[in-house]
């Protein structure tokens, strides 16, 4: 554990990406604050984030919800850097979109208003996903971070259990970016594709449960027959990398491999002979979606590394279900 680095904070603290992230973060040296729901009755475990190592007299946990955008103040005050990770789910499509953008995006101001007021507060590094960036109808392999997705082209061609997300992700980001160049707020996106690996939060992430649709057999996870990949760790760390590196600017996309669903078929036949897994010529006349590649290039020209491979991030996210019960 290296020493001092100063206080940051990271909202959504019990979420699969910001309960790594705080991981991470302790193991480097930093005093962190994050965020939780509140808890009226005091029901949930939060002992994943207390018992980390590191995390005595170096974490601090505060109540706070996008909800209410004012309730992000204690937590930030004094803080040097924040990760906005926190993002409001609703793939079940219970929420109208307007209703769920709206809160993503107060929240988020909110959040970035409390980084002003704190005088403190030195970059935001915020969430963003590559729902925000690959859904506009253009035909290609790989997208950089001129990109954006295309809100009407969302609501016309995609699911509204997904579109929903994808629309309140894109129009949050933006809305981020806009504040910190009218504020003179430095803020930093980092865009990952979908993330793997292990977990420490008590929920199985949904894009764990997707990245192991053969697996489980969720057959309706088979739509994604080409996807881009990364593993948690590297996100994390692709976090941490942005918020100290100090000529970062506006968006990073942060993914390292593309898979098919067909020559994931082939690894993971080969690596987990025990679980009936479909062959790949089973699979090759299903029909689905094909999402492009991420270019990573712009973070890579930072000096950033990837450090997993793609058998690493399933090996990961197998040994981690395995070890909780849900493989």
Not at 158 to 171: A, E, H, M, R, V
Not at 220 to 237: E, M, N, Q
């Amino acid at each position: 554990m290296e020493g001092d680095k100063g206080t940051v904070c990271v909202t959504g603290g019990t979420g699969f990406i910001a309960s790594w992230l705080i991981k991470r973060l302790l193991e480097e040296g930093y005093s962190v604050r994050t965020t939780v729901r509140a808890d009226p009755e005091n029901k949930r475990d939060l002992s994943f984030l207390t018992s980390l190592p590191g995390a005595t007299g170096k974490l601090e946990i505060f109540c706070a919800d996008l909800s209410d955008p004012d309730s992000f103040d204690a937590a930030i005050k004094g803080s040097t850097g924040v990760f906005h990770v926190a993002t409001p789910v609703d793939f079940g499509n219970k929420e109208p979109e307007e209703i769920i953008t709206e809160r993503a995006i107060s929240g988020t101001l909110g959040i970035l208003k409390a980084c002003m007021k704190s005088k403190t507060v030195k970059r935001v590094v915020y969430t963003s996903s590559a729902s925000a960036v690959v859904f506009n109808g253009q035909d290609l392999d790989t997208m950089d971070e001129s990109f954006w997705s295309d809100v009407d082209f969302v609501r016309e061609k995609i699911n509204p259990d997904f579109g929903s997300y994808i629309i309140s992700k894109t129009l949050t980001e933006r809305a981020a970016l806009e504040f910190g160049a009218q504020h003179g707020l430095d803020v930093v996106t980092v865009i990952p594709s979908l993330v793997v690996g292990p977990f420490i939060c008590p929920k199985f992430p949904g894009s764990v449960r997707s990245s192991l649709a053969l697996l489980l057999g969720n057959r309706y996870g088979f739509s994604f027959l080409k996807t881009p990949i990364v593993h948690v760790d590297d996100v994390a760390r692709a976090h941490i990398f942005l918020h100290e590196y100090s000529d970062a600017k506006e968006r990073y996309n942060c993914s390292s491999h593309i898979m098919s669903l067909e020559k994931l078929s082939e690894l993971l036949r080969a690596k987990y002979p025990e679980f009936p897994i479909p062959t790949p010529e089973s699979i090759a006349e299903i029909k689905g979606l094909e999402r492009p590649g991420l270019s990573s290039k712009k973070l890579l020209n930072t000096g950033f590394k990837f450090n997993y491979g793609v058998e690493e991030m399933f090996d990961d996210a197998i040994n981690c279900c395995k070890e909780k019960g849900y493989l």
